[in-house]
């Protein structure tokens, strides 16, 4: 039957150019060498495409000297440490600080419960941030990119269960 065979000819074409097209996008990809050195250093085992998706998924996020979390409530986003640090804060006891490469709303994230603690930007405090939600779609948009935060995030549970 030919329209059958004029039918998986213009399937078969679509899915050819999609592919083709996907490829060169990610071969396109070119990070800044801030970027670069970021994707080395946090997120290395990511293609350069998987952490372009994942960097412009969030954004830069300046606080100065405010409160950023707070006990009770539950953050709406999750927050990579950059530049300067934060402050964990519990009972009005500071019980740790937060440097570059520390997430900051990863509890929650992981729980959905609220915080257990205020956590205080110290000076100016530059993050990346990302609402949880954008997160969480990831699964369905990037699996990759998504296991890449999931790691993180269980990484940085793990290391705050040990001190």
């Known amino acids: 039957n030919i329209s059958m065979v004029l039918w998986n000819i213009l399937t ?5 150019y999609r592919v083709i097209k996907d490829e060169t996008a990610k071969r396109s990809v ?3 060498p801030e970027e670069a050195a970021l994707h080395q250093e946090l997120f290395p085992e990511l293609s350069p495409f998987d952490f372009n998706l994942l960097w412009r998924l969030g ?13 009770g409530e539950t953050p709406t986003f999750v927050a990579l ?3 300067g640090y934060a402050e964990i804060w519990e009972r009005e006891e500071r019980i740790r600080v937060l ?5 900051l ?25 990302w609402a949880q939600q954008d997160l969480r779609s990831l699964d369905h948009i990037r699996p ?20």
């Open 99 to 103: 440097r570059r490469g520390a997430l």
């Open 59 to 71: 954004r830069p996020v300046e606080y100065v000297d405010q409160l950023m979390i707070v006990v």
């Open 30 to 32: 070119k990070l800044s």
């Open 12 to 16: 078969s074409s679509l899915h050819s």
């Open 105 to 129: 709303g990863e509890m929650s994230y992981a729980s959905g419960h609220p915080a257990a603690v205020d956590v205080r930007a110290r000076g100016r405090l530059v993050v990346h941030e």
């Open 144 to 163: 990759a990119a998504a296991n890449a935060i999931r790691d993180y995030v269980s990484g940085a549970l793990a290391a705050k269960a040990r001190i």
């Open 81 to 83: 440490v950059l530049d």
